[in-house]
C-alpha cells in the first residue's frame, strides 16, 4: 500500500504510527503542500494529506484510512468494537483532528511550514493567539481524561484515541513548546510515554533531523 505525505503533518503521523503499530507495511511517497504529482492528486481530490492507494482503491483522509486498515488487518484491534469503547475512540480521534491538530497547525504553521518550505512569512500573531487562547483549554481537558498510571485513553490498550491524540503534540515538540508541568503534569507524561513507542518515535527522530538539516 502506498501513503502520499509528510510524517510531519499530524494526519499523516497518525496514519504511519497506526500502521506501525499492526505491522503494516507502507510505501511513503512523499509529497508536500500544494502537490500536483497526478498520482497523489487523483487519490485526495482535495489536495491534502495523507491518501493511500492500495492498488486500484484509493482514499483520502487519514480517519477514513485508519478505518480501512482497522478492516483489512483487525489485529491488534486499534478500534474496539464495544459501542462505548468504540463511540469514544472516535470523539477522541475527532478531537484530535479537529481541535488539537487545528490548533497546532496555527503555530507549526506560521512558524516553520510557511517561513521554511514555502518561501513566506507565517502570521506569528495567528501562532502566538492559538498558543496563548486555544492551548491551555486543550491541555487542562486532557489533564481530567488521560490516565495518572500506564494505562491508556479508551479502555485497556492501546487504541487510535492514544495515537490520534499524541499525533500532533509531536509539532508542538519540535516547535519546542514549553508546558506548565504543575498544571498539565499528566498530560505531559503521558504524550511522551506515547510518543516513545517505536512506532511514534522512528518517525519522530527523522523529523527532527529533517528540520534540523533545513533549519535557516
Ligand atoms: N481531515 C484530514 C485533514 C488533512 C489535512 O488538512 N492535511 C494538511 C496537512 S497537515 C494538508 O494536506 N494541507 C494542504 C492543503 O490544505 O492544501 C485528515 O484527517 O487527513
Not at 493511500?52 to 489485529?75: K, M, N, Q, T, W
Request: proline letters at 8%; a negative charge; one cysteine or more.
Amino acid at each position: 500500500m502506498i501513503l502520499y505525505g509528510s510524517s510531519l503533518s499530524p494526519f499523516v503521523r497518525k496514519v504511519l504510527a497506526f500502521a506501525a503499530e499492526k505491522s503494516i507495511e507502507l510505501d511513503v511517497k512523499p509529497v508536500g503542500p500544494g502537490d500536483q504529482n497526478p498520482d497523489f492528486r487523483a487519490a485526495s481530490p482535495f489536495g491534502k494529506m495523507p491518501a493511500l492507494v492500495d492498488g486500484d482503491f484509493s482514499l483520502p483522509d487519514s480517519s477514513a484510512i485508519v478505518h480501512y486498515l482497522e478492516a483489512r488487518h483487525p489485529e491488534p484491534t486499534l478500534i474496539p468494537s464495544d459501542p462505548r469503547l468504540r463511540a469514544k475512540t472516535i470523539w477522541f480521534d475527532e478531537f484530535a483532528d479537529t481541535i488539537v491538530a487545528a490548533c497546532g497547525a496555527k503555530m507549526f504553521f506560521n512558524r516553520v511550514v510557511a517561513p521554511r518550505f514555502l518561501n513566506r512569512p507565517g502570521d506569528e500573531n495567528a501562532a502566538a493567539a492559538a498558543e496563548r487562547d486555544e492551548l491551555p483549554p486543550i491541555l487542562d481537558y486532557l489533564e481530567t481524561v488521560v490516565p495518572g498510571d500506564d494505562g491508556f485513553l479508551v479502555g485497556d490498550g492501546l487504541t487510535l484515541a492514544d495515537i490520534a491524540v499524541a499525533s500532533p503534540f509531536a509539532n508542538l515538540g519540535h516547535l519546542g513548546c514549553e508546558y506548565d508541568r504543575s498544571r498539565h503534569g499528566r498530560t505531559c507524561a503521558y504524550v511522551e510515554r506515547i510518543l516513545a513507542r517505536p512506532s511514534f518515535s522512528a518517525w519522530v527522530e527523522r523529523e527532527a533531523a529533517f528540520l534540523e538539516r533545513t533549519a535557516a
